[in-house]
Nanobody, 121 residues
Framework: QVQLVESGGGLVQPGGSLRLSCAASGSFFSINAMGWYRQAPGKQRELVAL???????NYADSVKGRFTISRDSNTNTVYLQMNSLKPEDTAVYYC???????????????WGQGTQVTVSS
């Protein structure tokens, strides 16, 4: 079984910064892409950023230039550095990881429990 544990959410003023972390643990062969999604009240969950095992990244247009995704393959941890935060960034942020249980199996997507980010003065 794979577990993703997130941390780093909280309350921040507009223009401030936060850094989210998500660590994967358990028994598996490899982790492919890792990413961050968010869901605001009354809205659908949306992709924020993702990073492949090779380090390629992709961002939602709304966060380009403000957010940076990175990962540490040694610790199976993905990070989201969020700068210049806006009230519209307020949401529950979820990390995910595409994990292969063995060398010969396909990847399965796992999700973290979510962490609240609130941007307000």
């Amino acid at each position: 079984q794979v577990q993703l544990v997130e941390s780093g959410g909280g309350l921040v003023q507009p223009g401030g910064s936060l850094r989210l972390s998500c660590a994967a643990s358990g028994s598996f062969f490899s982790i492919n892409a890792m990413g961050w999604y968010r869901q605001a009240p009354g809205k659908q969950r949306e992709l924020v950023a993702l990073i492949t095992s090779g380090g390629s990244t992709n961002y939602a247009d709304s966060v380009k230039g403000r957010f940076t995704i990175s990962r540490d393959s040694n610790t199976n941890t993905v990070y989201l550095q969020m700068n210049s935060l806006k009230p519209e960034d307020t949401a529950v942020y979820y990390c995910n990881a595409d994990v292969s249980p063995s060398k010969w199996s396909r990847a399965y997507r796992y999700w973290g429990q979510g962490t609240q980010v609130t941007v307000s003065s």
